[in-house]
């Protein structure tokens, strides 16, 4: 009799689940999973989907790409390659921006991956900002590469 009254309420609970509750893409994010069940309704579904995700690696690869409904983060990827150049530099890649030229600048254009057209444009808008990225004297290294990645 108790496993009948146990089965009985997992099953409402079940079946009151599909109508209780909507996918949510902020329980189950972007991916393969969510793109194939966005449309579903159910605790379930949002399990599948979040399932889905994490056996195939769709949402890393997404977020990555910026498919599956996913967006790439807005801020620069980390690159130790450029903390380190930015760090052992600052004070000549501040002279470089300041004057809108030099070997310092085009290293870091280089790191940064700007493509050769754009090099020019990004040597001047840098300049022009100068005052933006460089506020104070004991800005950080990151701080650097943050301000001159949200141009």
Do not use: H
Not at 55 to 80: D, L, R, W, Y
Not at 96 to 108: F, N, Q, V
């Amino acid at each position: 009799m108790k496993k009948g009254i146990v089965a009985l309420a997992v099953g409402v609970l079940i079946a009151g689940a599909g109508t209780t509750f909507a996918l949510n893409k902020s329980n189950t994010g972007c991916g393969l999973g969510y793109v194939l069940l966005k449309n579903q309704e159910g605790i379930l579904f949002e399990a599948f989907a979040v399932t889905t995700n994490g056996t195939f690696g769709s949402q890393t690869f997404g977020i990555t790409s910026g498919t599956s409904e996913c967006k790439q983060p807005a801020s620069f990827v980390k690159n130790e390659r450029l903390e380190k150049f930015v760090y052992n530099n600052m004070d000549e890649l501040a002279e470089d921006i300041a004057r809108g030229e030099g070997k310092y600048l085009e290293t870091l254009a280089d790191l940064m991956n700007v493509p050769s057209s754009e090099k020019e444009k990004f040597y001047t808008k840098l300049k022009n900002n100068f005052d933006n990225i460089f506020y104070s004297e004991d800005v950080t290294p990151n701080e650097v590469i943050n301000r001159i990645a949200s141009l």
